[in-house]
């Protein structure tokens, strides 16, 4: 129970590995997953895999032992267990370990990698629970930070069933679950053409061409991607913390990748079923909540915008947009940015260092950014655009903006800032 606790609270958290204890628990983990298996061969190798996880100094610390070849070898067999959960940990800390070295380089080589890709794919999509589904997931992200691997998974002839039935698990799952399968996604998102492939599985999975490996993969043909994606982005504030962000987060990927690959056509069916969606998140809700679903309801926001400024981006689905997006609308969002949210206190105050006012900052800068692109396309935008950017209240958002750490919101920032500047009456 101990090394249970352990694996469940060092998961996905960075361990402090000085000291002589971590260097006696990382000894008796490596001894009895050597030793005969037993009932905790399987959790200590768990924690095992959440210690030497993006973790240099454990690494190195366990590479520098003697016996550390013939620890590679006990894990390369655990690859053929009959436990999912068991080869899911072995591979973990044999990625973590090895890869890139030379026993990486072996184990995942052109040769074998395929075999590994399928592997992986079927603990994520069949395996013994969550716990394993999780770990699988990681491990597939991890891999794709290696440029090798990913470009191998490009040339994957099964990745396109494979999306199919990862896609599939988002329907029906618990939050935490589909959580975890909406980073996976994102993380598809990462490398060019496996994006392409995503937005495609998504918007058209009917014209996605099947796998001749029917026995590993079948495609559902009654689901369809796009409208669990549209339900995962609009889950309840009280419900769980990642799920709607890393939906809106995908769709922004989504979106780009329409706008870089020229193919609206197969985008502007599923326009008209999100945006009630997305402008559903830039109202504010009537009866009064505590702080904490505010600043989540205000992230759900900021997501929401960056993807309708995706959409407005190309011209086909900005008409779609300019239908739906009045001007009282995004007069109203920022108005209730000023008032509630501490811009329109000065400086001084608590409320201007907090992470809401920046939130604040970000949505009204953002949705002003919205009403510039729709200003020639929206009645009364054009005017409303103009007299908000003299209000005196936009120089806190502006000057969180031209001060932020993020490339993009300084970017938004100037663009106002250049329209403003010309303006009379500019504060």
Do not use: W
């Not at 590993?216 to 689901?223: D, E, G, L, P, Y």
């Amino acid at each position: 129970q101990s090394i249970q606790l352990l694996q469940k609270l060092t998961y996905n958290v960075p361990v402090f590995c000085a000291g002589a204890n971590i260097d006696e628990l990382i000894s008796f983990l490596m001894h009895h997953v050597q030793s005969t298996e037993d009932e905790l061969t399987i959790p200590c190798l768990g924690l095992l895999a959440n210690l030497c996880r993006h973790n240099l100094s454990i690494q190195t610390q366990i590479k520098s032992l003697n016996s550390v070849k013939s620890f590679y070898r006990t894990l390369i067999s655990f690859l053929a267990h009959s436990s999912l959960t068991m080869v899911v940990f072995a591979l973990s800390v044999l990625s973590s370990l090895t890869l890139n070295e030379e026993v990486g380089e072996k184990l995942f080589h052109a040769r074998n990698i395929h075999q590994t890709f399928q592997l992986i794919f079927n603990i994520v999509v069949n395996g013994d629970g969550t716990l394993t589904r999780k770990y699988s997931v990681d491990l597939l992200m991890d891999l794709l930070k290696n440029p090798k691997v990913a470009d191998y998974l490009t040339r994957y002839e099964h990745f396109t069933s494979c999306l199919g039935q990862v896609l599939d698990l988002l329907h029906g799952r618990n939050p935490d679950s589909s959580s975890k399968i909406l980073e996976l996604l994102l993380a598809f998102c990462s490398v060019i053409e496996l994006r392409h492939t995503l937005r495609q599985a998504i918007l058209e999975p009917s014209g996605l061409p099947v796998s001749g490996n029917t026995r590993f993969v079948t495609r559902s043909k009654t689901f369809e991607p796009s409208v669990a994606l549209v339900h995962l982005s609009n889950q309840p504030l009280e419900g769980s913390e990642d799920c709607s962000v890393l939906a809106l987060q995908l769709l922004k990927e989504i979106f780009e990748d329409v706008i870089n690959t020229g193919n609206s056509a197969s985008a502007e069916h599923f326009v008209d079923l999100l945006l009630p969606v997305l402008l559903d998140h830039l109202r504010m809700p009537e009866q009064i909540m505590d702080e904490l679903l505010v600043k989540k309801k205000h992230e759900r926001m900021v997501k929401a915008i960056n993807v309708l400024t995706n959409i407005l981006l190309y011209d086909i689905l900005k008409m779609h947009a300019s239908k739906v997006l009045t001007a009282s609308q995004c007069v109203s969002l920022i108005e209730h940015q000023f008032t509630y949210s501490g811009i329109d206190t000065g400086y001084g105050t608590k409320a201007v260092d907090s992470k809401m006012c920046k939130l604040a900052a970000d949505i009204i800068l953002k949705t002003l950014d919205l009403m510039s692109r729709l200003k020639q396309d929206v009645p009364g935008m054009e005017v409303s655009f103009y007299k908000i950017l003299q209000d005196q209240r936009l120089i806190m958002p502006l000057t969180f903006a031209l001060t932020s750490d993020h490339r993009e919101q300084v970017k938004v920032g100037l663009g106002i800032l250049f329209e403003a500047a010309p303006l009379p009456d500019f504060p």
